[in-house]
């Protein structure tokens, strides 16, 4: 495979190869939202494989209210920074570069699962998500500036567990995406509702809280919830005036996913079902004068070794990311 196996720079990060493994929540943390040793044997097996040049872990809570489901893993606590280097620890030991992956869930939270009020931006569902039969609550500008903060506290969390960077989780129907979207943002105030600038403006102050607490060097990584696919949604020319928004603010790598559809796109199964979107995305970054265009991963769909390289080749994505072929054993490397 030509451009598969060769390597890519992400800052001071080198990357053996082109392929990664996305986060996928396992489900084999504690009640506690702590590490177990099932977790880091199901780490130590995926770095262990050869397969991948990067890992990014699964989502983890950066505040009590944000948890999504029960055994999510926490990083919202400085008690979770020894387990969580665990993780680190043991893909380190198989040369491979890993990433943690912080998310808030808004208004998808369950009040069974955290037993606190789940925060949204308009009091608005995100489909399929959440408790159907009690709105969230609508948030503050307080209570945003202190997400932020729980935001940078779990980047500075992740950076001390050793990981070698951080990604911000702007997809999939949980908070950030909760804001760029125009169905469940219909703030009247700065934050919210008819443009994208404006539904953009607190995914874009998380971002400028994470970088400030992490420093210029440290790899940020943004799980771009792009398109939602339901009418009313982000358009595909608004998910690209987002990531030109976020690389302006200093995002190093975009793994682009779906939004309130979550990471499936509905009526589509093929390879790469976001290539679209991901070549849209990555012709409007390319775009942006005088900048480096940072890389671009393309997940969703991909099964074989073929598949990949041929998105790599066509210039679709710099990276692509192989998640359920992974879990079912099915991926094939031709
Ligand atoms: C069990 C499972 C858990 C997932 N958890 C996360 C997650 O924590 N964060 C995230 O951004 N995406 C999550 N995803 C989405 C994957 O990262 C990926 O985008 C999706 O599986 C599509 O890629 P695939 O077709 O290669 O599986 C999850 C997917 C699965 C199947």
Redesign the pocket.
Known sequence: MKILNTPLTIKNLTLKNRILL?????VKGDMESRVTDELVAYYDEKAASGIFGLIVT??CFVSPEGQASERQLSVSRDSDISGLQRIAEVIHKHGVPVIA?I?HAGGAAKRGVTHLEPLSPSGVHSPGLGDPDLDPAILTPEEMDRIAEDFAAAAARVKEAGFDGVEI?A??AYLLCQFLSPITNLREDLYGGKTMAERLRFPLMVTAAVRKTVGPDYPISL?LGACDYLPGGNTPAEAAEAACAFADAGIDLF?V?GGLCY??RPGHKEAGYFSDQVREIRAALAKRAGAALPPVVL????QTASEAEAFLEDGTADLI?????I?NGTWKES
Request: with cysteine; glycine share 14%.
């Open positions: 996305p986060p996928m929540a396992v699964e989502h992956q998310n989780h997809a999939h799980r793994d996913s990471y499936r997940t969703g769909g991909i990311g192989l998640g359920r072929c879990l």
